[in-house]
């Protein structure tokens, strides 16, 4: 087998395998109950081209996943190095929990439109006897700029960015499943492009607002994706 060199995971990555695997060994099942959870780096369908970087998938039952790579690339649309993700849970008749990590560096998107030092995503649901509760504390961005603009504060959930000529971008992008009373989850994409194409029309050079025409998403570009869920 050949041999892989990866880093050992990073801070936020091993600070969820710690909370969670030690809830992991107390658990001993609770019929009925199931968690959930995904993450992964990036994910590319666009210019005739679809890549993913490795997925960590959760089994239900709870347990760990990891997924890793030193590089992921697609020719002028994403560029990254040291995707890791870790997805990880527990089911208890007491407490159940999932969490899921995303952590990759060095992103450039769409040729430098949209660059990075490191992005983050954490996605976390918990379940115990007085209900459910989620969350995506940890998430962030180091040095993230968008079309030449330093982002400089926290960004907040659901951020639209027009992105003229290309689409536009959600920064940053949350959202929540379940009834909130004996289920929750939460699916966190930092960064999501959605690339469309103008049919008709023209678009305001100044602007970016389109002026007649009718514009058609033809691909996505995702980056720093995690999900995670409890219930019964």
């Excluded at 087998?1 to 990866?6: G, K």
């Excluded at 997805?87 to 899921?100: E, I, L």
């Excluded at 006897?129 to 998430?139: L, W, Y």
């Excluded at 993230?144 to 000529?165: F, H």
Aim: charged share 5%; net charge negative; no cysteine.
């Amino acid at each position: 087998m050949a041999a892989m060199n990866f880093r050992a995971p990073q801070p936020l990555v091993h600070a969820a395998l710690v909370a969670l695997g030690g809830l992991a060994l107390l658990a001993g099942g609770a019929a009925g109950q199931t968690v959930g959870g995904a993450a992964f780096g990036s994910y590319v369908n666009a210019l005739g081209v679809t890549a993913q970087s490795p997925v960590a998938t959760l089994p239900d039952t709870g347990g760990m996943a990891v997924g890793a790579t030193e590089t992921f690339g697609v020719p002028s649309a994403l560029n990254a190095q040291w995707l890791e993700a870790v997805t990880t849970g527990a089911v208890d008749a007491a407490v159940s929990t999932s969490q899921s990590t995303s952590e990759l560096e060095n992103v450039g998107i769409l040729n430098g439109l949209i660059t990075a030092d490191i992005v983050t995503a954490i996605a976390s649901s918990y379940r115990n006897a007085t209900g459910v509760a989620g969350g995506s504390d940890g998430s962030g961005f180091v040095n993230l700029v968008v079309g030449g603009v330093a982002i400089t504060t926290d960004v907040t959930p659901n951020t639209r960015v027009d992105l003229p000529g290309v689409g536009y971008a959600i920064l940053n992008e949350q959202a929540p499943t379940g009834d909130g009373v004996t289920s929750a989850g939460l699916t966190v994409n930092m960064i999501h492009v959605y690339l469309q194409s103008l049919t008709g029309g023209i678009v305001d050079p100044l602007t970016g607002q389109v002026l007649g025409g009718t514009l058609t998403t033809t691909g996505e570009i995702v980056v720093g994706s995690a999900t995670s869920s409890v219930g019964s």
